[in-house]
């Protein structure tokens, strides 16, 4: 089981051990992260998880919110029903503002993480993108799609700049769904890695410029591959 599974769990037994009812607003990342023994970067995919799951809202903003008859159980019990992720047709325009809005700010925050990102950092986002290899060779695109999710979501943290981080973390559920849709098993989701790999390169040798035109490469890439046209 990943951190992230362990977190949804964690945050699934806190509300039903606490009986908080739809509509209440949940602890601040910080403060579940600090709680339940995780790191803030695994506290956002557990609630992004869940709000994919049709458990919690989660309002630009303000904050994540429990939703009205979700069911929750106490360690282990998964309850309610997955929401079925919309395909790309359904959310076109969406999807298509949503890759506008990567392709500003991710080149952006990767030059940043370049030179702003500790060596620890550094060092779980390589463990991620190493792991995200791994998942492709053996087939697995639903631990694949994990794994590009947790590395945007780390970078995102270690750009190490509050305003980044408070700026993205509202929309991380539309991110998630922005980076799920495009994946089926062909030699794009290779191409995937080797952006990704190219990017961390860049990241670990301090290069800012080169790492922050690697995304810029890469969230058009994927945009191109779900067929959204990003430039002329």
């Given amino acids: 089981m990943s951190r992230s599974d362990e977190a949804v769990e964690s945050i699934q037994t806190m509300i039903a051990r606490n009986g908080w009812p739809g509509g209440f607003q949940l602890p601040s990342q910080r403060t579940l ?4 023994g995780f790191s803030r970067p695994t506290v956002r995919e557990a609630l992004v998880a869940l709000e994919t799951m049709g458990r919690v809202e ?20 998964s ?5 079925a992720v919309a395909n790309p047709s359904a959310l076109s325009g969406r999807e298509s503002q949503m890759y506008q809005f990567r392709y500003a700010i991710e080149p952006a925050i990767a030059g940043l993480v370049a030179v702003n990102a500790t060596a620890a950092q550094k060092h779980d986002m390589g463990v991620v993108v190493a792991a995200m290899r791994q998942a492709l060779e053996a087939r697995d695109l639903a631990e694949f799609s994990r794994l590009d999710f947790a590395f945007h979501s780390h970078m995102i943290e270690a750009a190490n700049n509050r305003f980044f981080t408070e700026a993205i973390t509202p929309f991380l559920g539309i991110f998630f769904e922005s980076q799920t849709l495009p994946l089926v098993l062909d030699d794009s989701v290779y191409d995937t890695v080797r952006e990704h790999e190219e990017i961390m ?8 410029a080169e790492a922050h035109r690697a995304m810029e490469k890469h969230v058009r890439g994927v945009a191109e591959r779900a067929g959204v046209k990003l430039v002329e």
């Fill in 33 to 36: 992260a600090e709680e339940l």
């Fill in 58 to 77: 989660i309002k630009p903003g303000k904050g994540a919110f429990l939703v009205d008859g979700a069911a929750f159980g106490g360690p282990g019990v």
């Fill in 79 to 83: 309850g309610g029903t997955p929401r």
């Fill in 201 to 208: 390169d860049h990241i670990r040798a301090g290069r800012s």
